[in-house]
């Protein structure tokens, strides 16, 4: 395992329309001609589509919007692409499993974006609209979703990385390390197709839900289901192994909500394990409120966590 103490880092996050604003202010007054700013040029290289039905279930339209690296030829048939295959982010927001949407994470995203990723940002069913391990099943369609759809959006599988926050860290886990044939809550959902991941990004998300004990009334899970049963096939930490692909994980040293100690026993597992990870610590902070510069190292810390298990993070 690889953990850092990190005491400062620096900002960067914006979407796509809020980054050209901020990108026409800095260049206004911090930049010369001759120089391109790559946040004003984020809307020539790439575009938005947005509200793509990846699923249908009980009556439910599962919506993911795709950011596609391309560039704008100002007429018809109005984009180009480049022919080269791209790494992917399947993005899995958060909320604790009972509320968030796609749209608010957009942000966060931007360093992909600027490295001409292909970002594909998801909905899914909250306990309201489905009880655990409805969830799981949606991600896990929406990675399907990913790879038959990759020749049309210039992907390669062999660099898809899935990466969440909170309930979506926890959900971008179990999406990344479930095998075919796995069952989880007594066979509601059994894992019917092999689809690997290049690597696991996960943002402060819990690992072992029989080790939280406000898991146990929570409104994700289904009352008439064997609890510890449940809680145990939900736990990403029950799916280690050496075949897992990379992980690595950020949390905050003082998070009250998922404690740090939900990643530690993950990477100490994985480590047993064999399996790649490194597992970053931000001193003093709590449930992401991780400052720019922060995050600036934080991306670094991806970048080269990436590379140096073979996937090349640029196109």
Known sequence: ??????????????????FVLLAALASSCCHTAD?????????????????????????????????VPRINVG?????????????????????????????????GLMPYVARGWVVISINYRLARDGKAPAAVADC?????????????????????????????????????????????????????QARKVAAIINWFGATDLTNRKKMKKHAWLDPKDDLEEALRTLSPITYVSKDNPPIMSI??????????????????????????????IILGKKHGNFSGEERTKIFDEIWDFLEENGIKTTP
């Not at 395992?1 to 809020?18: E, I, P």
């Not at 069952?183 to 959902?189: A, F, Q, V």
């Open 1 to 18: 395992m690889f953990c850092k103490r990190l005491d400062t880092m620096c900002k960067f996050g914006l979407t796509v329309a809020g």
């Open 35 to 67: 120089v391109i700013d790559p946040v004003a040029n984020l809307t020539v290289q790439a575009g938005l589509a947005s509200d793509i039905t990846y699923h249908t279930v009980d009556g439910h339209e599962l919506k993911l919007d795709v950011i």
């Open 75 to 107: 007429a018809p048939p109005w984009w180009k692409y480049d022919g080269k295959k791209k790494p992917a982010l399947l993005y899995i927001h958060g909320g604790g499993w009972v509320e968030g949407e796609k749209e608010t994470r957009q942000l």
């Open 140 to 192: 896990r369609k929406a990675l399907n979703w990913v790879y038959e759809n990759a020749k049309k959006y210039q992907i390669d599988t062999d660099r898809i990385v899935v990466s969440g926050e909170s309930a979506g860290g926890h959900l971008c886990l179990m999406t990344g390390m479930l095998e075919k044939g796995d069952s989880l809550c007594g066979g509601k959902y059994v894992v019917g």
């Open 251 to 280: 949390h905050g040293s003082a998070d009250p909500v998922v404690l740090p100690n939900q990643s530690e026993m993950l990477h100490k597992k994985l480590d047993e394990t064999g399996v790649e990870n490194k597992l970053v």
